[in-house]
């Protein structure tokens, strides 16, 4: 079975444009996340949907936004880029919500100039 | 929230070396994750274990929830092992008025480079 995969591999933005990262899960995974990670961190919690409804956000601004399709696949926004978006941006699904493996698809890199 | 605190930060080795990697949470968890990260920015899973111990190979987990850590054993290190190692938690804490999303919290990481 594939694993999670995700587009584009990178991408390169301007501040102030505007980015939709896409992300489809394993197939069978109705639990689709995703994640911001920063040069030398560890990955930070964007979004999680379930049942393409949204089940958790992190401590992120409202430029991000995302959604889940009905074949579980989903979307990453960010409006209004800014310098700071710059990150390897993560999605990662799982079978159930809670308590489960959650598997990582390869990232999308994102630079902002 | 819940706090991750992963030691040591940097690890160096000679290959054939064994090595232990800790992680401590700051909060009862039902899900403990250990992934490796590999140069590209693939999250590689190692192992799900919230509680008990696991083996795969050269490696393998421990954890003691009751106690608050997971350690993380690699023996006979290749240097295919560099890289840097992740511990990510779901904390039992996060309640349904939240969503009961299952949010991952990550340590910083141990990174860890195997010399051949």
């Known amino acids: 079975d594939a694993g999670v995969t995700q587009s584009p591999t990178h991408l390169i933005k301007t501040r102030g444009q505007q980015v939709t990262l896409r992300c489809s899960p394993i197939s069978g995974h109705k639990s689709v996340s995703w994640y911001q990670q920063v040069l030398g961190q560890g990955p930070q919690f964007i979004f999680q949907y379930y049942e393409k409804e949204e089940r958790g956000r992190g401590n992120f601004p409202d430029r991000f936004s995302a959604r889940q399709f009905p074949n579980y696949s989903s979307e990453l926004n960010v409006n209004a880029l800014l310098l700071g978006d710059s990150a390897l941006y993560l999605c990662a699904s799982s079978l159930i919500r809670r308590a489960d493996t959650q598997y990582f698809g390869p990232g999308t890199r994102l630079t902002v100039l | 929230g819940i706090q991750v605190e992963q030691s040591p930060p940097d690890l160096i080795l000679q290959e054939g070396a064994n090595s232990t990697l800790r992680c401590n949470f700051s909060d009862s968890v039902n899900n403990l994750q250990w992934f490796h990260q590999n140069p590209w920015g693939q999250l590689i899973n190692l192992f799900y274990?919230?509680?008990g111990t696991k083996q795969n190979g050269r490696l393998s987990a421990t954890t003691v929830a009751t106690e608050r850590y997971s350690l993380l054993y690699i023996s006979s290190s290749q240097t295919t092992d560099s890289g840097v190692y992740f511990c990510?938690?779901?904390?039992?804490?996060?309640?349904?008025?939240?969503?009961?999303?299952?949010?991952?919290?990550f340590g910083k990481g141990t990174k860890l480079t195997v010399n051949p």
């Open positions: 274990i919230p509680s």
């Open positions: 990510a938690v779901e904390s039992v804490g996060v309640a349904e008025t939240q969503g009961g999303s299952e949010k991952l919290v």
